[in-house]
Protein backbone atom coordinates (compact mmCIF):
# COMPACT_ATOMS: atom_id res chain seq x y z
CA UNK A 1 0.00 0.00 0.00
CA UNK A 2 1.49 3.52 -0.84
CA UNK A 3 1.90 5.87 2.08
CA UNK A 4 2.82 9.27 1.81
CA UNK A 5 4.33 10.56 5.29
CA UNK A 6 4.05 14.37 6.39
CA UNK A 7 6.68 15.51 9.31
CA UNK A 8 8.77 13.28 11.06
CA UNK A 9 7.98 13.00 14.96
CA UNK A 10 7.22 10.24 17.44
CA UNK A 11 3.75 10.31 17.64
CA UNK A 12 1.65 9.06 14.65
CA UNK A 13 -1.27 9.67 13.26
CA UNK A 14 -3.01 7.68 10.60
CA UNK A 15 -4.60 9.01 8.04
CA UNK A 16 -7.55 7.13 6.29
CA UNK A 17 -9.34 8.71 2.97
CA UNK A 18 -13.11 8.74 2.19
CA UNK A 19 -14.49 7.16 -0.97
CA UNK A 20 -13.50 9.81 -3.63
CA UNK A 21 -10.45 10.41 -1.91
CA UNK A 22 -6.28 9.59 -1.81
CA UNK A 23 -3.56 10.34 0.29
CA UNK A 24 -3.90 13.90 -0.78
CA UNK A 25 -7.49 14.36 1.11
CA UNK A 26 -4.84 14.88 4.56
CA UNK A 27 -2.43 17.17 3.00
CA UNK A 28 -3.87 20.59 3.76
CA UNK A 29 -2.91 19.33 7.57
CA UNK A 30 0.74 19.21 6.43
CA UNK A 31 1.26 23.25 7.68
CA UNK A 32 -0.11 22.24 10.98
CA UNK A 33 1.42 18.82 11.94
CA UNK A 34 4.11 19.71 14.99
CA UNK A 35 7.33 19.06 15.14
CA UNK A 36 6.79 15.68 17.71
CA UNK A 37 4.27 14.07 15.09
CA UNK A 38 4.45 11.88 12.00
CA UNK A 39 1.08 12.20 9.37
CA UNK A 40 1.43 9.20 7.41
CA UNK A 41 -1.36 9.09 4.65
CA UNK A 42 -1.76 5.98 2.50
CA UNK A 43 -3.57 5.59 -0.85
CA UNK A 44 -6.27 2.68 -0.07
CA UNK A 45 -6.62 -0.11 -2.32
CA UNK A 46 -7.24 0.45 -5.60
CA UNK A 47 -6.93 4.71 -5.21
CA UNK A 48 -4.05 6.66 -6.17
CA UNK A 49 -0.74 4.25 -6.26
CA UNK A 50 -2.37 1.27 -4.30
CA UNK A 51 -3.52 -1.44 -6.32
CA UNK A 52 -6.71 -3.33 -5.68
CA UNK A 53 -6.65 -6.21 -3.80
CA UNK A 54 -7.82 -9.50 -5.23
CA UNK A 55 -10.30 -10.14 -2.47
CA UNK A 56 -11.68 -7.24 -2.37
CA UNK A 57 -13.49 -6.48 0.87
CA UNK A 58 -14.16 -3.60 3.36
CA UNK A 59 -13.13 -6.46 5.87
CA UNK A 60 -9.74 -7.22 3.82
CA UNK A 61 -8.89 -3.59 3.39
CA UNK A 62 -8.72 -3.06 7.37
CA UNK A 63 -6.82 -6.25 7.27
CA UNK A 64 -4.40 -4.71 5.72
CA UNK A 65 -4.59 -1.73 7.21
CA UNK A 66 -4.03 -2.67 10.80
CA UNK A 67 -0.87 -4.86 9.63
CA UNK A 68 0.21 -1.60 9.32
CA UNK A 69 -0.76 -0.29 12.24
CA UNK A 70 0.67 -2.75 14.68
CA UNK A 71 4.42 -2.16 12.48
CA UNK A 72 3.92 1.36 14.16
CA UNK A 73 4.01 1.99 17.27
CA UNK A 74 1.58 1.29 20.02
CA UNK A 75 -0.08 4.97 20.40
CA UNK A 76 -1.46 5.61 17.08
CA UNK A 77 -3.82 7.93 16.55
CA UNK A 78 -6.47 7.27 13.12
CA UNK A 79 -8.04 9.99 11.28
CA UNK A 80 -10.77 8.76 9.41
CA UNK A 81 -12.15 11.34 6.48
CA UNK A 82 -15.76 10.46 5.85
CA UNK A 83 -15.98 6.53 4.99
CA UNK A 84 -12.49 6.27 6.36
CA UNK A 85 -13.92 6.57 9.29
CA UNK A 86 -15.73 3.73 9.00
CA UNK A 87 -12.31 1.83 8.48
CA UNK A 88 -10.79 3.59 11.21
CA UNK A 89 -13.34 2.05 13.40
CA UNK A 90 -13.03 -1.61 11.80
CA UNK A 91 -9.23 -0.97 12.65
CA UNK A 92 -10.10 -0.90 16.10
CA UNK A 93 -11.48 -4.20 15.84
CA UNK A 94 -8.67 -5.62 15.07
CA UNK A 95 -6.04 -4.13 16.75
CA UNK A 96 -7.56 -1.78 19.75
CA UNK A 97 -4.36 -2.12 21.66
CA UNK A 98 -2.05 -0.12 19.06
CA UNK A 99 -4.74 2.81 18.91
CA UNK A 100 -5.34 5.42 21.88
CA UNK A 101 -7.39 7.59 19.82
CA UNK A 102 -9.73 7.96 16.39
CA UNK A 103 -10.72 11.40 15.00
CA UNK A 104 -13.90 10.93 13.46
CA UNK A 105 -14.33 13.83 10.26
CA UNK A 106 -18.11 13.64 9.02
CA UNK A 107 -18.65 10.24 9.67
CA UNK A 108 -22.24 8.52 8.85
CA UNK A 109 -24.09 6.28 10.77
CA UNK A 110 -26.43 4.90 7.73
CA UNK A 111 -26.13 5.24 4.23
CA UNK A 112 -28.55 7.88 2.86
CA UNK A 113 -30.96 7.22 -0.55
CA UNK A 114 -29.27 9.06 -2.94
CA UNK A 115 -25.58 7.56 -2.31
CA UNK A 116 -27.51 3.70 -1.70
CA UNK A 117 -29.07 4.05 -5.18
CA UNK A 118 -25.64 4.16 -6.82
CA UNK A 119 -24.95 0.61 -5.79
CA UNK A 120 -28.19 -0.47 -7.74
CA UNK A 121 -28.15 -2.45 -11.00
CA UNK A 122 -28.30 -1.53 -13.62
CA UNK A 123 -30.25 1.61 -13.06
CA UNK A 124 -27.30 2.72 -10.49
CA UNK A 125 -24.68 1.90 -12.17
CA UNK A 126 -25.38 3.58 -15.47
CA UNK A 127 -26.64 6.68 -13.01
CA UNK A 128 -22.59 6.33 -11.09
CA UNK A 129 -21.30 6.89 -14.22
CA UNK A 130 -23.01 10.04 -15.22
CA UNK A 131 -23.03 11.52 -12.54
CA UNK A 132 -19.02 10.81 -10.90
CA UNK A 133 -17.19 9.56 -14.24
CA UNK A 134 -18.00 12.28 -16.11
CA UNK A 135 -16.67 15.95 -15.83
CA UNK A 136 -20.13 17.75 -16.41
CA UNK A 137 -21.92 15.53 -14.32
CA UNK A 138 -19.60 16.38 -11.37
CA UNK A 139 -19.94 20.03 -11.92
CA UNK A 140 -23.69 19.74 -11.70
CA UNK A 141 -23.42 18.12 -8.38
CA UNK A 142 -20.84 20.15 -7.04
CA UNK A 143 -22.99 23.30 -8.16
CA UNK A 144 -26.02 21.50 -6.27
CA UNK A 145 -24.30 20.82 -3.23
CA UNK A 146 -23.05 24.49 -2.99
CA UNK A 147 -25.25 24.59 0.48
CA UNK A 148 -22.94 21.59 2.17
CA UNK A 149 -19.65 23.16 1.02
CA UNK A 150 -17.60 26.61 1.02
CA UNK A 151 -16.07 28.00 -1.78
CA UNK A 152 -12.75 26.56 -0.99
CA UNK A 153 -13.77 23.24 -1.25
CA UNK A 154 -15.13 20.93 -4.45
CA UNK A 155 -16.91 18.20 -3.40
CA UNK A 156 -16.96 16.03 -6.92
CA UNK A 157 -13.31 17.30 -7.56
CA UNK A 158 -11.42 14.14 -6.11
CA UNK A 159 -13.49 11.46 -8.54
CA UNK A 160 -11.47 13.20 -11.36
CA UNK A 161 -8.78 10.66 -11.18
CA UNK A 162 -10.36 7.75 -9.95
CA UNK A 163 -11.31 4.64 -11.45
CA UNK A 164 -15.17 4.38 -11.40
CA UNK A 165 -15.03 0.59 -10.70
CA UNK A 166 -12.92 1.07 -7.63
CA UNK A 167 -14.91 3.70 -5.94
CA UNK A 168 -18.54 2.17 -6.83
CA UNK A 169 -16.90 -1.36 -5.22
CA UNK A 170 -16.51 0.66 -2.20
CA UNK A 171 -19.53 2.65 -2.19
CA UNK A 172 -21.46 -1.17 -2.58
CA UNK A 173 -18.89 -2.68 0.46
CA UNK A 174 -20.15 0.14 2.52
CA UNK A 175 -23.84 0.10 2.08
CA UNK A 176 -23.59 -4.13 3.04
CA UNK A 177 -21.83 -3.38 6.56
CA UNK A 178 -24.75 -3.76 9.52
CA UNK A 179 -24.52 -0.51 10.73
CA UNK A 180 -23.11 1.21 14.03
CA UNK A 181 -24.04 -1.45 16.52
CA UNK A 182 -21.18 -3.66 14.83
CA UNK A 183 -18.94 -0.85 16.98
CA UNK A 184 -20.25 -1.07 20.03
CA UNK A 185 -17.57 -2.47 21.73
CA UNK A 186 -15.17 -0.33 20.35
CA UNK A 187 -13.54 1.32 23.96
CA UNK A 188 -11.48 4.10 21.94
CA UNK A 189 -11.73 7.44 22.51
CA UNK A 190 -13.59 8.49 19.38
CA UNK A 191 -13.64 12.17 18.50
CA UNK A 192 -16.69 13.03 16.69
CA UNK A 193 -16.43 16.18 14.29
CA UNK A 194 -18.55 17.45 11.50
CA UNK A 195 -18.86 20.42 9.54
CA UNK A 196 -21.75 22.82 10.64
CA UNK A 197 -23.16 22.90 6.73
CA UNK A 198 -22.44 19.30 6.23
CA UNK A 199 -25.14 16.73 5.04
CA UNK A 200 -28.19 16.66 7.39
CA UNK A 201 -27.86 12.75 7.57
CA UNK A 202 -24.08 13.62 8.94
CA UNK A 203 -25.79 15.61 11.76
CA UNK A 204 -28.43 13.12 13.04
CA UNK A 205 -26.01 10.24 12.60
CA UNK A 206 -24.01 12.21 15.51
CA UNK A 207 -26.41 11.03 18.80
CA UNK A 208 -26.57 7.53 17.09
CA UNK A 209 -23.12 7.55 17.58
CA UNK A 210 -22.86 9.01 20.78
CA UNK A 211 -25.40 6.23 22.35
CA UNK A 212 -23.49 3.75 20.42
CA UNK A 213 -19.60 4.39 20.76
CA UNK A 214 -18.83 4.26 24.37
CA UNK A 215 -16.41 7.09 24.64
CA UNK A 216 -17.65 9.51 22.19
CA UNK A 217 -16.48 13.66 22.58
CA UNK A 218 -18.35 15.81 19.49
CA UNK A 219 -16.66 18.92 17.79
CA UNK A 220 -18.79 20.98 15.61
CA UNK A 221 -16.62 23.24 13.23
CA UNK A 222 -18.36 26.67 12.70
CA UNK A 223 -19.28 27.27 9.19
CA UNK A 224 -17.38 24.19 7.73
CA UNK A 225 -19.07 21.65 5.42
CA UNK A 226 -18.24 18.08 4.57
CA UNK A 227 -14.43 18.73 3.36
CA UNK A 228 -13.49 19.21 6.78
CA UNK A 229 -10.06 19.10 5.99
CA UNK A 230 -10.23 21.52 3.07
CA UNK A 231 -12.60 24.32 4.63
CA UNK A 232 -11.33 24.04 8.14
CA UNK A 233 -7.66 22.44 8.43
CA UNK A 234 -6.70 24.87 10.86
CA UNK A 235 -9.59 23.94 13.25
CA UNK A 236 -9.14 20.36 12.62
CA UNK A 237 -5.35 20.03 13.23
CA UNK A 238 -5.79 20.83 17.18
CA UNK A 239 -8.28 18.09 17.66
CA UNK A 240 -5.96 15.73 15.66
CA UNK A 241 -2.95 16.44 17.25
CA UNK A 242 -4.52 16.77 20.87
CA UNK A 243 -1.74 15.16 23.28
CA UNK A 244 -3.69 11.98 23.79
Known amino acids: MHVVEYGSGS ?19 RPFVPNTWRLLAPDLPGYGSSPMIERFSIECVAESLATIVETLASDVVIVGSCSGAVLALEVALLVPQHIVRIVALDLFAYMPWYFRFFTSEPIGSIAYRLTF ?14 MRRTERSDLMASFADKSAQSTRAYLKALARLPGPERYRNVNVPVALVYGERTFRAVRRSIPTWQRTLQRA ?20 APIVFDAA
Open 11 to 29: QIAFGLHGWGGDHRTFAPL
Open 133 to 146: DSSLGRRIVNAALR
Open 217 to 236: DVFCIAGAGHLLLDEAPEKV
